[in-house]
């Protein structure tokens, strides 16, 4: 059972390139989370998303980020521009579809650096 | 926005000791996760709790969902070198069935 897969895992990007973030989840699983996580906090809600919708995008930046759950193939968190305080983890998660399971199974992170 | 407090923040505990770590919150949460974090890796989940004053073990893991719903703790007993790493608490609250918030982590070293 192949569990969160994110790629890359490091990623480096001058300002104002692009940083495209892969997330797989679980087999199974319906359910994308995408969190950020700065160094010595906690993860920060960013987006969920079911497959070819977004269900809450409330903890994302208004410009410059944007998420997408296809119908087939990985989710991608996309960066636009990305300067200096876009350095941080990202972490991809899964849950199964339906209610009442809220167990989030957390992927392995990309790092990104903006140089 | 709501906030979770956990402490403390870091524990230098030696080897066979126990361990014990919680979060606050001004916030009603329906649900209460443990998780680890090792360096350069993602959160893993340990424990689940759903019900106000559920106490749920894992194995030397054992952890408590506060009666206020506003709390919960985990204890680690007989600490060993490979329980080294960072501990987040994560909830959910009252009107949100996916959006975890989380503590800040207790990083959790182990004397030699």
């Known amino acids: 059972n192949a569990g969160v897969m994110q790629n890359p895992r490091h990623l480096v990007r001058r300002r104002g390139q692009e940083a495209r973030l892969r997330c797989s989840p679980m087999k199974g699983h319906s359910h994308v989370y995408w969190y950020r996580q700065l160094p010595e906090e906690g993860l920060k809600f960013m987006v969920y998303?079911?497959?070819?919708?977004?269900?809450?995008e409330s903890g994302m930046p208004k410009e410059r980020f944007s998420a997408e759950f296809p119908k087939e193939g990985p989710s991608i968190l996309r960066i636009q521009q990305v300067v200096r305080g876009d350095s941080a983890a990202y972490f991809c998660a899964s849950s199964p579809p339906g209610q009442g399971d809220n167990e989030q199974f957390f992927g392995p992170g990309t790092r990104l650096t903006v140089l | 926005g709501q906030q979770l407090n956990q402490s403390p923040q870091s524990m230098f505990i030696q080897e066979g000791e126990d361990v014990s770590m919680n979060c606050t919150s001004s916030?009603?949460?329906?649900?209460w996760l443990w998780y680890k974090q090792e360096p350069g890796e993602g959160p893993v989940l340990l424990i689940a709790?759903?019900?106000a004053g559920e106490l749920t073990s894992n194995g030397r893991l054992t952890a408590q969902f506060g009666i206020t719903r506003k709390d919960s703790f985990l204890n680690i007993s007989a600490s060993i070198p490979s329980d080294v790493g960072i501990y987040f608490c994560a909830g959910l609250i009252e009107d949100s069935n996916y959006q975890l918030i989380w503590g800040a982590g207790t990083k959790l070293i182990i004397k030699p």
């Open positions: 998303l079911q497959k070819e919708n977004i269900i809450d």
């Open positions: 916030s009603i949460f329906n649900t």
């Open positions: 709790l759903y019900k």
